[in-house]
């Protein structure tokens, strides 16, 4: 069955460095990710999208790749602050009827 | 413009009852989709209206129901609560059905007792 899966441990990190999640898809090959982040009793929200013929795509510090041959995305957060702590996700799904990782929490320690 | 609504917020309810959500999208998306959060199985997707008609539905059991309205307002329905339906419920809005990102609501939070 297609699965998207995300590493469950938290990360640490500190101020100013870059975290760095993996988001990984098995049994399929979704033509696009989508990346969220949802702070603690939240909705989710909506962060990047990135299709699969896209390698890279940014959005201020964030950056997201997209990996066809490992079946791999990897999310950056550059000089990260405490305000970036939160839980992130990713997606994929067509016609909105998204599959979520079980999502990251990222912690930035100042 | 106004974000996603939900209503309620917070609902307590016993086993056996039912419960009604609400969900506002906002102005001008007519796609509606709802979804369930819980720490064991994260978020997970229950079903999508678009024009008011289900598109999608995911896997979950018929007790979990819903419906659009004219105004692309959607309301989702859960009968025979059990315990294992004490989660977040989640509603995101989408301009059409184009897969594109989705806006979330703050969601309701359901504690079934």
């Not at chain 1, 950056?76 to 009827?97: E, F, K, M, V």
């Not at chain 2, 369930?36 to 979950?60: A, D, H, V, W």
Request: proline share 4%; hydrophobic share 30%; glycine share 8%.
């Amino acid at each position: 069955s297609q699965k998207i899966e995300q590493n469950s441990e938290a990360l640490n990190i500190q101020e100013g460095k870059t975290a760095t999640l993996t988001c990984n898809y098995t049994n399929y090959s979704p033509a696009y990710l989508q990346w969220y982040r949802q702070d603690p009793g939240r909705g989710p929200v909506f962060l990047l999208l990135i299709r699969e013929n896209e390698k890279e795509k940014r959005k201020e510090r964030l950056k997201v790749t997209f990996d066809t041959t490992l079946k791999q995305s990897l999310f950056h957060i550059t000089a990260s602050q405490p305000a970036d702590s939160a839980t992130y996700l990713c997606a994929h799904g067509g016609n909105n009827r998204l599959a979520f990782g079980k999502g990251n929490q990222v912690v930035v320690i100042p | 413009k106004a974000g996603v609504t939900q209503t309620p917020r917070y609902l307590i309810k016993t086993r056996g009852q039912q419960v009604t959500l609400s969900c506002s999208p906002i102005s001008g998306h007519r796609s509606v989709s709802w979804y369930q959060q819980t720490p064991g199985q994260g978020l997970q997707f229950l079903f999508e209206y678009f024009s008011e008609t289900q598109r999608n539905k995911g896997n979950f059991p018929g007790r979990f129901s819903g419906r659009q309205f004219s105004n692309s307002r959607s309301e989702m329905n859960v009968s025979t609560l059990e315990l294992g339906d004490s989660a977040l419920y989640l509603c995101a809005s989408s301009l059409n059905r184009g897969g594109n990102e989705q806006f979330f609501g703050p969601g309701t939070r359901l504690t079934v007792l």
